[in-house]
């Protein structure tokens, strides 16, 4: 079935660094993918919609300049936290579809922890 | 970490039909549980959660899902489904006290003919 490979798994990084999350579609192309961000207690929260070889769709309240999304192709799309702050810590996961058959696919989250 | 496992693949019903979505966990703590839908071209609504009391908890657009605490379930259920709910249904974990990550499961897709 569609895998989706979500890269890395956990990572601790400085106030004021960048870091950068990778999505990728194993065994199909992904035309859309998804990124969700999860405060504790809480639900996921969209922060946007990213379509391949196109600028990504942000939802209100999330800064596009801070949370930079790259869907450059079919299997890749990265999600890089800029000038993280310790109020960026949380999970964050990506879900990826292609066809309509595929359905959607999640990734395995990421961890961010900025201290 | 805490695994899901959603038994259904594909489920395909009538309308009018009644609908159960099985979803299972594992992890002996303490946990939170969702119900997402996804409409095909969209992303995750949020059907339903438990979090603590009543384990038979109501959501949105008729669904509802209990709470089994001895089963490690958290079966969703709707008594008529309509031809707009077909889309594909995922069940989360949110393990808590371990790295309070979420989980889905693989997802179900639920074509409901008209």
């Known amino acids: 079935g569609a895998v989706v490979s979500q890269h890395p798994s956990r990572v601790i990084c400085k106030s004021g660094t960048s870091v950068k999350i990778e999505c990728r579609s194993l065994?199909?192309?992904?035309?859309?993918m998804f990124w969700y961000r999860q405060f504790p207690k809480q639900s996921l929260m969209l922060m946007a919609t990213?379509?391949?070889?196109?600028?990504?769709?942000?939802e209100q309240g999330v800064e596009k300049d801070k949370f930079l999304i790259n869907h450059a192709s079919l299997t890749l799309s990265t999600l890089t936290v800029t000038s993280a702050h310790p109020e960026d810590s949380s999970f964050y996961i990506c879900?990826?579809?292609?066809?309509?058959?595929?359905?959607?696919?999640f990734g395995s989250g990421t961890r961010l922890t900025v201290v | 970490a805490q695994s899901v496992s959603q038994h259904n693949h594909h489920v395909i019903l009538s309308e009018a039909a009644s609908l159960e979505l099985g979803c299972n966990y594992s992890?002996?703590?303490?946990?939170?549980l969702f119900w997402y839908v996804q409409y095909p071209g969209q992303h995750l609504q949020l059907l339903l959660k438990?979090?603590?009391?009543?384990?038979l908890v109501k959501g949105i657009k008729g669904f509802e899902a209990e709470f089994i605490k001895s089963k490690f379930s958290f079966n969703l259920r709707k008594p008529s489904v309509q031809w707009s709910d077909t889309a594909e249904y995922f069940c989360?974990?949110?393990?808590?006290?371990?790295?309070?990550?979420?989980?889905f499961g693989a997802g179900t897709r639920l074509t409901v003919k008209p």
């Open positions: 879900s990826a579809s292609g066809a309509v058959n595929y359905g959607y696919t």
């Open positions: 065994d199909f192309q992904a035309t859309t």
């Open positions: 990213s379509n391949e070889g196109s600028k990504a769709t942000y």
């Open positions: 992890y002996g703590g303490t946990v939170n």
């Open positions: 438990y979090f603590s009391g009543d384990p």
């Open positions: 989360a974990v949110n393990a808590l006290g371990s790295n309070n990550d979420m989980r």
